[in-house]
């Protein structure tokens, strides 16, 4: 059965700095891995998928993941974090089932 | 392109009354929808994925009578939460995939449902 983990429900950075938002994932097959991000009080806007193609993701936002299957992981990064960023992030990974299984979310906060 | 909205986006109602939420893909057909419920500060629990034309799949907890779910078209989805209780306030989130989109799952903006 598959599953994700967010290691850090709540990850603080100052404007500028790195980002790095943990996730690892548990599949039986080949995984079709997307994050997800949401501001207070809407839905869900995607950032970014992995479908078995480039190992290096680029998304939106100057947002970007490495899939890495010898560690199980779909680790998030952005190289200098914006105000804008803060927000609520989802790891998420394909069932198989035509579902999606979520991660329970990374709360990012970006102080000046 | 694949846009999903949904209406409206807040309601209050009393308590015993049904509401009716709208989820609809505006620039792609959406043969597949699925309804999430999300409470606060939590993840998605994913209620049920409906199929145009089929019923709708609940997951295990989720009380069918309760929560009724019609896919009648490939650009609309409803979900009429019958006889609302306090209980049942959340923010409801609708999902769409379809032809050429793979596992691509794209949201609505959600639903705040208060009963009060």
């Known amino acids: 059965a598959q599953s994700v983990t967010q290691l850090g429900s709540h990850v603080s950075v100052s404007e500028g700095a790195l980002v790095l938002l943990r996730c690892n994932y548990s599949s039986s097959v080949p995984p079709y891995l997307f994050w997800y991000v949401q501001y207070p009080n809407q839905g869900l806007q995607l950032l970014l998928k992995?479908?078995?193609?480039?190992?290096l993701v680029k998304g939106i936002n100057g947002f970007e993941a490495e899939f890495k299957k010898s560690e199980t992981s779909f680790h998030l990064t952005k190289p200098s974090a914006h105000m804008s960023d803060a927000a609520e992030y989802f790891c998420a990974v394909a069932s198989g089932y035509n579902k999606l299984i979520f991660g329970a979310g990374t709360r990012l906060a970006v102080h000046p | 392109g694949a846009v999903v909205s949904q209406h409206p986006s807040r309601v209050i109602c009393k308590s015993g009354t049904s509401v009716k939420i709208e989820c609809r893909s505006l620039d792609f057909q959406a043969t597949t929808m699925f309804w999430y419920r999300q409470f606060p500060k939590k993840s998605l629990m994913l209620m049920a994925t409906s199929n145009e034309g089929s019923k709708a799949t609940y997951e295990q907890g989720v009380e069918k009578d309760k929560f009724l779910i019609n896919h009648a078209s490939l650009t609309l989805s409803t979900l009429t939460v019958t006889s609302a209780h306090p209980e049942d306030s959340s923010f409801y989130i609708c999902s769409a995939r379809g032809p050429g989109l793979g596992e691509t799952q794209y949201f609505g903006p959600g639903t705040r449902l208060l009963v009060l």
């Open positions: 992995y479908t078995s193609a480039a190992t």
